[in-house]
């Protein structure tokens, strides 16, 4: 309840930054793309190399805290050390009016929440489980170096030509951190493979119902009623949601997803 307050009165006092605003005499904001748990994003040009970048600015009431702090700064620790094409690239970091911020790389293409729901895509379920197998190498690049995303959803995830992004490390854990009075409510918040994969579970369900006519008398069903998917689709749902045992690594989820993919007559590797 206080914590709920706390971001409840800094939200109202805090301003993000202006459109044409110059920050740190260096980039100049063109557009908010919007506010996460940490910090606000904005597309901005970067005057001294004139090259489109994302930046981040550490929000108000993080700034408050010492976790805060500390959480923009792992953000930004475990993005330098990325060396992956799934990822955005690290830039530089700065302060602005005593708001940290770093930029990273600008990805062009569009996130599954406005293909879903803005552009009306429909996605079959072999293009699902293809999408998911790319999401994987990501994931597993991740895993390989004992780090937990913890936000795998929609918004996070970017398709830029065929490609495959996944962004915002905000929640990104190193395996077995532990964050001083934090009490996990949500798997996917936990710091475990599990976590991930539970994410990865979700993002599949927003792909596959993307798919579905729903009638106009709706009654409540399950999503293993309403959807017409195959049963193996199921039971990797069911293990990547721990409805059934999870899966204890990533080249497990990947060996299953590849096994579906050639089931349903498609390549892991196809062109979207």
Known sequence: ?????????????????????????????????????YGHSYLVLDLETNKEKV???LRLHKRKTKAGIKGFELEKHLLLSMDHPGFPRYFEDGIYKNIPFFTMEYIQGKNFEQ??????????????????????????????????HRDIRIPNVLMEGSAIRLIDLGLARPLHYK???????????????????YGLGH????????????PDKMQEKSWEEELN?????????????????????SQQVKTDIQKIIQFLGGEANVVL
Request: aromatic share 12%; glycine share 6%.
């Open 1 to 37: 309840m206080i914590k709920r307050l706390i971001i409840g009165i800094s939200t109202f006092f805090e301003r993000p930054f202006s459109v044409d605003e110059l920050v740190a005499g260096r980039y100049k904001v063109m557009e908010h793309l919007g506010a996460g748990g």
């Open 55 to 57: 930046l981040k600015a």
């Open 229 to 249: 998917i195959s049963n193996q689709a199921k039971l990797i749902l069911r293990r990547l949601l721990q409805i059934e045992p999870a899966y204890d690594s």
């Open 179 to 197: 964050e001083r009075g934090a009490k996990c409510s949500e798997i996917r918040k936990e710091i475990n493979y599990q976590a991930d994969f």
């Open 115 to 148: 293909l879903i729901f803005a552009e009306g895509w429909k996605i079959t379920e072999v293009k699902a489980f293809t999408i998911a197998y790319k999401l994987m190498e990501q994931i597993e690049y991740l895993h390989a170096r004992n780090i937990i």
């Open 203 to 214: 993002f599949l369900l927003f792909l596959l119902y993307s798919n579905h006519s729903f």
